[in-house]
């Protein structure tokens, strides 16, 4: 898949037999619908903040982006998770998944509690992929 925000090919990584796509370019992660939940299955207080952060999604004020969803190749919705600070990432309009810019990802991992192995593991790809 290309990367919605520079048009690379994105790496396909896997963690606990969920493959996660990653532009190294960038270092953007783009998770498929439902991987979000699943990454942080291992951890049940992470997952279930996680389910509670995506029922709460908010249309974010930002005008739409130029962002593209690599499956369908349609202009991604900008939405907004309510935690503290909040984080903007990129959803596609027919739920294929979501688009984090570097750090989001993170972000989000350590304002539910479920930093952990997950955020160790993108530490680590990010550090090997940043020269
Ligand atoms: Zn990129
Ligand atoms: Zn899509």
């Not at 925000?5 to 619908?33: P, Q, Y």
């Not at 939940?37 to 389910?51: F, H, I, R, W, Y």
């Not at 907004?80 to 750090?103: A, Q």
Request: charged fraction near 25%.
């Amino acid at each position: 898949m290309l990367c919605p925000a520079c048009d690379t090919e994105m790496l396909i990584l896997e963690f606990n037999r969920i493959e996660i796509d990653f532009c190294h370019l960038c270092g953007g992660v783009w998770l498929d619908e439902g991987e979000l939940e699943m990454l942080l299955q291992p951890d049940n207080t992470g997952a279930m903040a996680v389910s509670g952060l995506m029922a709460d999604l908010k249309k974010s004020d930002r005008p739409a982006g130029k962002r593209k969803c690599p499956v369908c190749r349609k202009t991604m919705n900008p939405v907004e998770l309510s935690i503290e600070p909040v984080v903007e990432i990129d959803k596609c309009i027919y739920n294929h998944g979501l688009w984090f810019d570097k750090g989001e990802l993170e972000q989000i991992m350590s304002s539910t509690g479920a930093a952990g192995k997950m955020s160790a593991f993108l530490n680590s790809v990010f550090k090997k992929k940043s020269n």
